[in-house]
């Protein structure tokens, strides 16, 4: 029983979960409102209560915190609060106030599952985790049912989560088969690369790509954030991402390690890839939701930079590339939520046109979270794109950084065409003067205070550096 | 802990926050112009106390030098340090900033967030100069970069956004090379120290060293406007605000034979040797073709970016030559042609304002219009072409001596070729002065117009002192520079 509460981030997680769960069943029509402070509050408790970094292992290695990792839990959290703050304004139409505790107690379940991902030490709780964070994700991006493309994309993202969700549990099993374990301390000492080994490996490997939509494995990505609700789109384009790459580079290294010779080949190509492909596409879109879909596949490619580190640099560079990239991102969604909320549905770049004379505010808040994605300093973006450069580079990696840093100047230039719309281009009708929702923009505040200080701070990256 | 050197990004963060605060257009003009003249009278006290400490025996390679530990895992300072080259390029800025504003006195419209962006680009290029920490000075490369895209974009004129978008990617391409470049010189020095004048005492292996060296060269080199890559200078200086272009021309382009000399020669010095016949090729065909380039351009910002081309790649090419004479000339040459492009561009934007047209074809006898304006012209012009007793002839004067010096034949050869572009730069010069200026005045509706302002009268007033006080007493300078380029030409004939 001890054992449990040394869990205690996910003791404290479930505890906000069944809060809320109750608060949902008892609290009568009129006092719905309640449920919004209660959640950014008890969350916000959760968040800071449980921030203590420490190293845990129980269950005899099932379950396995590092101090990284719950650095990792924090930011998740943390992330998922800028969610909550983000997503009120849209609860509160019509259409959705009466679903509203069951957007709370979905989103926290995805993080719990999040948590257990992140922090297992055996393939059997690792995958608990992952459909943990899967299914009631898909109910998120279903959301809308009768609204736009809601139902669509809860459709894809399901099927596409569980085809992943196979071709994993395939790799599992065939791993399983060649040491007979699967507590990732096993493994270690008995993969070392033959065939069989490299098939699991591949097909681990592909599962979890899906998850992090990399390039070839990315198809759902577009259609599915362009159909979710937008608060979940931002959801899942930085916290489910931001968990899923940190799973990975755990499995990669403590699982696969001896592999190396055989995954970074592997890896090498896969990042290129999926950067350019994402930087691509992007350039493209109109719809301001795809867009920010194929700028995350990108970035997905960026974040992936990091495992080609060694293990320590690699692992705290990610984790500080996740942690400014949920504070830009998030800050963007916000911006694209807010006047969607605010228009009834405008999402198109063109919409955009002239915001800088009619929401100042708004535009410089999407303008420094855009500048912070192409890594422009002196925003956050720019430090932790370099930490992972430095990474790559620091094992000799010379090429795919040169062409990782080749793509900035292309992301820069799909970045730069939002930014044009909303302070060079004029408009007929632009989006009137607005003010959003307190909640958006305490959100929004926060969010841009990470981007303006996360980087020019160093104190983060050296407590990453320093835990792991 | 404090470091009188900080105050040059300290005051243009306070200007910004003063900008941000004010509410009227009389409030922003009183900050900008507090701020630029404590940053003039900041630069010209360093000057003093620069050769000051000199005289007084003082032999370290860089003063007033500090350092901060910023991001300790990757041994990232805040190190700050200046020898001769970079008090002089701070006293240019300065003296660009400064008139920078006056030149830009009535502009409109969103006046305060115009200053806002001029402000973070000039705190952009400060810090590159007092800094002496590849990150830090790559941060603040690109902080200057940035704000040209909405400098440009919402303030321009022409094809102001295809100018804007060129003008910035190409320069974001040009960083990232650089990126690449400082990390390679970072690991192959051992990844201890990221402070330049720590890594110039480590050897880099020479492998590592070729491979790097043209990645961070041609980096630099597309601010400094290499051939091929120059392209687009002359679109973003077209359409790019007159202070914007002044300020572009005039200080950012030296960023890029700065960081070439400061960086990419001194830290790798073998390197340096065994590219350096490729990239004197590049600088030559620069300098001729931006000459000829010139010539039969119609537009006035155009004749001047092509010119700027041709000069700057003077630049690069006396730094290639690498003899102590020639890397002087070519600080000088940095410092003169900051002060005559933007004093150029001044006056064209300032005649733009009053014609609307800078098709050289469709003016004449301005003299008779605007007499001072035109005078001044002229006088730049002279300038440009190296009259003596003005900048461009001191500084060309040394680069081509220094040039000559080298006794390599193929070296000598380059510098016969590139010495011709004095005489086509006399063409372009004298030819537009006489289209646009002499003669009879054509176009009725010009009768009406006004001679210049009062502010502008000051911007240029101030630019036309500077080229004949450095004409005048080059051995200020000469002498300077000659201290700050000593380590890295020992360093590269060693």
């Known amino acids: ?468 | 802990m404090f470091n009188i050197l900080m105050l040059f990004v300290l005051i243009p963060l306070l200007m910004m926050a003063g900008l941000w605060a004010s509410r009227n257009i009389r409030q922003v003009r009183g900050v900008m112009v507090t701020g630029a003249s404590l940053l003039l009278a900041l630069s010209i006290w360093l000057l003093c106390d620069y050769i000051g400490l000199r005289r007084s025996g003082e032999t370290a390679q860089m003063l007033h030098t500090s350092s901060i530990s910023w991001y300790e895992p990757l041994h990232i300072c805040l190190s700050l340090g200046v020898d001769g080259i970079s008090v002089a390029m701070l006293l240019l800025s300065s003296v660009i900033v400064f008139t920078g504003v006056f030149a830009s006195w009535r502009l409109q419209p969103m006046t305060k967030e115009y200053f806002l962006w001029y402000t973070l680009l000039s705190l952009g290029v400060y810090g590159f100069f007092i800094s002496t920490d590849l990150f830090t000075m790559f941060m603040f490369y690109e902080v200057a970069l940035i704000p040209m895209y909405l400098l440009i974009g919402v303030w321009g004129s022409g094809r102001k956004e295809y100018s804007a978008m060129k003008l910035t990617l190409m320069l974001m391409g040009g960083s990232a090379l650089i990126l690449i470049g400082i990390l390679g010189v970072y690991y192959g020095a051992g990844a201890v120290s990221m402070n330049i004048l720590e890594i110039a005492q480590v050897d880099i292996p020479v492998q590592m060293q070729n491979t790097f060296f043209p990645l961070l060269f041609l980096g630099f080199g597309i601010l400094g406007a290499l051939f091929p890559f120059h392209t687009w200078s002359p679109d973003g200086h077209a359409s790019a605000p007159t202070a914007v272009s002044m300020l572009h021309a005039g200080v950012l382009m030296k960023l890029g034979g700065y960081g070439c000399f400061r960086i990419a020669m001194y830290l790798m010095p073998e390197g340096a040797q065994m590219w350096d016949e490729v990239f004197l090729v590049l600088t030559t065909v620069s300098v001729v073709y931006g000459a000829f380039s010139a010539v039969v351009q119609t537009d006035l910002k155009y004749i001047n970016a092509y010119s700027s081309v041709s000069h700057c790649g003077l630049v690069l090419f006396a730094l290639l030559m690498m003899t102590r004479t020639s890397c002087t000339g070519a600080v000088l040459q940095m410092l003169s042609h900051g002060l005559m492009t933007a004093l150029f561009f001044a006056l064209i934007g300032m005649i733009y304002g009053r014609t609307h047209t800078r098709d050289i074809r469709q003016m004449s006898g301005l003299m008779k219009v605007m007499p001072c304006l035109a005078v001044c012209y002229v006088i730049a012009g002279l300038a440009n072409l190296g009259l003596p007793g003005f900048s461009g002839f001191v500084a060309e004067m040394t680069v081509f001596t220094g040039s000559f010096e080298n006794p390599d034949l193929f070296r000598r050869i380059c510098t016969v070729i590139a010495t011709c572009s004095i005489v086509i730069t006399a063409v372009y010069i004298l030819r537009t002065v006489g289209r646009f200026l002499y003669g009879e005045v054509k176009n009725p509706e010009f009768l009406k117009l006004k001679d210049a302002t009062w502010d502008e009268r000051t911007a240029v007033f101030i630019l036309i002192a500077c080229v004949f006080g450095l004409g005048v007493v080059p051995f200020i300078f000469s002498d300077l520079i000659a201290t700050g380029v000593e380590p890295v030409v020992s360093q590269l004939i060693k």
């Open chain 1, 1 to 468: 029983m001890t054992q449990f509460f040394q869990m205690r981030q996910e003791i404290g997680l479930t505890a906000v979960f069944l809060l809320m769960f109750v608060a949902d069943l008892f609290l009568s029509e009129k006092h719905r409102n309640l449920l919004h402070p209660t959640a950014c509050i008890l969350l916000a408790l959760q968040t800071v209560l449980t921030a203590r970094p420490e190293d845990v292992t129980l269950f005899a290695g099932m379950y396995h915190s590092t101090e990284l990792a719950s650095a990792l839990k924090t930011i998740l959290s943390f992330g998922t609060l800028l969610v909550f703050l983000q997503s009120t304004q849209w609860l509160n139409r019509p259409d959705a106030r009466h679903k509203t505790g069951e957007f709370y107690t979905l989103a926290l379940s995805t993080l719990i599952g999040m948590y257990f991902m992140v922090s297992a030490g055996h393939f059997l709780l690792f995958f608990l985790g992952l459909e943990l964070a899967t299914v009631p994700m898909a109910c998120l991006v279903a959301f809308d049912k009768y609204k736009g493309n809601s139902a669509e994309a809860g459709a894809k993202f399901i099927l596409y989560a569980l085809f992943s969700s196979g071709i994993f549990l395939y790799g599992v099993s065939l791993i399983y088969g060649a040491v007979g374990s699967l507590y990732f301390e096993d493994m270690q000492l008995h993969l070392h690369g033959c065939e069989l080994q490299i098939l699991a490996l591949v097909f681990v490997f592909t599962g979890l790509a899906f998850k992090l939509s990399l390039v070839p494995f990315h198809l759902w990505t577009a259609d599915t954030y362009q159909g979710a609700p937008t608060a979940v789109s931002g959801m899942l384009s930085a916290i489910s991402k931001g968990a899923a790459a940190f799973a990975l580079m755990t499995i990669l290294f403590k699982v696969f390690g001896r592999m190396a010779a055989q995954w970074e080949l592997m890896l090498e190509i896969v990042i290129v890839i999926t950067i350019t492909v994402g930087n691509l596409f992007a350039m493209r879109q109109k719809n301001m939701k795809r867009f920010m879909a194929f700028s995350s596949i990108s970035q997905a490619g960026y974040i992936m930079l990091a495992m080609l580190g060694d293990y320590g640099q690699g692992s705290a560079s990610l984790v500080y590339y996740i942690a400014v990239y949920v504070f830009a991102n998030l800050a963007v969604f916000g911006v694209i939520n807010s006047i969607e909320q605010q228009t009834h549905g405008k999402v198109l770049r063109d919409d955009y046109k002239g915001l800088y004379a009619t929401n100042p505010k708004l535009t410089m808040v999407m303008t420094l979270a855009l500048f912070s994605l192409a890594g422009i300093p002196p925003f956050a973006g720019f430090f932790s794109k370099f930490m992972v450069f430095a990474s790559a580079f620091s094992q000799g990696h010379y090429v795919v950084v040169f062409l990782a840093l080749i793509n900035t100047v292309i992301s820069l230039y799909y970045y730069l065409l939002v930014v044009k719309a909303m302070f060079i281009d004029t408009s007929e009708e632009p989006v009137a003067p607005f003010r959003s929702s307190p909640y958006m923009r305490i959100s929004l505040v926060l969010c841009l205070c990470g981007v303006l200080f996360l980087g020019l701070a160093s104190g983060v990256y050296t407590l990453f550096t320093t835990l792991a």
